[in-house]
């Protein structure tokens, strides 16, 4: 067990609380250890009906990974550290998606990274006005991985690919809209849902019954220049469609991409086209660890945290430096299976 998870049961409800406030929650290995073990222990516990997913006091759900870890395992031990950390990760989102029990998740506030690992396998995902979804790792050279591949590859649209791509950031009323989200509640109605919920109550109806109709979802007046724009599964192509729309948002959106990391725009496309063709999520997350051990150690993911999280300059140099200069190769390299003992197993 570790301090940064509240793990305890109340009525028929299994909770998994992220208590790091000062991190923004963000996930530890102990706190996915923590998780996995408790949903193992609940899985055939007939007391536990249900498991909450929520967050102590703060001003965000889960803001992601941690990435001085995964940083420092790709500068001083060659990745060994970063691919224990992402293995483990992927097994507590593999179990979660696969879960015999209903999963709620409160996506209250920052929900961006490991977040959406954690919180898209449930079954119930509840916005509220506080909610700020994003998968933003072209900003830093990863990729959208904890599943990102499977879920965002499923959207309407090439929402998917438009939100891995430039790491927009969703309110909840676009979480709402696009799917990521089953219900919209206002913040302060939370702790009735759960009081609910712990006291036996279906969680659906519990859910419905406390739901309130979301502002306008702004994402939507979109929708149809990102369907255009982003339709296409090579980088170059989407840039120029973006170049040849003088609209005020194609040039917003065109900034946006060109300061990403090339290299982890290319594997974010092929990663959504490879994973719609997926049958399980087990083959996902093994793509995504195929994937994550490799990009760990290239320069681009060291130089992103740099200039984003360490210094904050965002004057990343990436390298490669242009689309052009990404090959094919290059990315085929990332995806290939890794040696049979290497490879990423489910729990």
């Keep these: ?14 909770y998994l609380t992220l208590n790091r406030p000062k991190a923004i929650h963000a996930l530890t290995q102990p706190m996915d250890h923590a998780m996995t073990e408790a949903l193992l222990e609940w899985r055939d516990d007939p007391a536990v009906e249900v ?15 941690d990435i001085n870890l995964l940083r420092n395992s790709a500068l001083n031990d060659g990745g060994a550290s970063g691919r224990e950390f992402f293995y483990e990760e992927y097994q507590l989102n ?19 990274g490991g977040g959406v690992g954690i919180s898209q396998p449930a079954k119930f995902r509840v916005a509220t006005e506080n909610t700020r979804f994003a998968m933003p790792e072209t900003g830093i ?3 959208p991985d904890v599943g990102g591949g499977w879920h965002l590859s499923r959207l309407q649209g090439r929402l998917g690919q438009f939100l891995a791509l430039t790491g927009a950031r969703l309110d909840g009323a676009e979480c709402l809209w696009a799917g990521l989200a089953t219900h919209y509640l206002p913040a302060k109605a939370l702790a009735e849902a759960k009081e609910r919920i712990v006291h036996g109550h279906e969680v659906g109806g519990v859910l419905s019954a406390l739901s309130e109709n979301p502002p306008h979802a702004r994402l939507e ?17 989407i840039l120029a469609s973006l170049e040849a729309d003088d609209s005020e948002w194609a040039a917003k959106e065109l900034a946006t991409l060109r300061s990403k990391s090339p290299q982890t725009c290319k594997v974010a496309l092929r990663q959504l086209a490879d994973a719609a063709k997926l049958a399980t999520f087990e083959e996902n997350m093994r793509m995504e660890y195929r994937i994550a051990s490799r990009v760990l150690t290239r320069p681009d993911f060291a130089e992103g945290v740099r200039a984003v999280i360490v210094d904050k300059t965002n004057d990343a140099k990436w390298d490669p430096a242009t689309p052009e200069g990404v090959s094919d190769e290059l ?13 990423w197993k489910p729990l």
Aim: charged share 25%.
């Design 1 to 14: 067990m570790t301090d940064q998870m509240i793990i305890r049961r109340e009525g028929a409800a299994g």
């Design 51 to 65: 498991v909450i997913i929520d967050h102590s006091e703060g001003r965000g759900f889960c803001a992601g990974g």
């Design 94 to 112: 593999h179990l979660l998606m696969t879960y015999p029990k209903p999963v709620v998740a409160f996506m209250d506030g920052i929900t961006m």
């Design 141 to 143: 050279g990863l990729f």
């Design 221 to 237: 007046d979109n929708a149809t220049a990102i369907a255009k724009h982003f339709a296409s599964d090579r980088f170059e192509e």
């Design 331 to 343: 990315i085929d390299s990332i995806f290939a299976p890794l040696p049979a003992e290497e490879e």
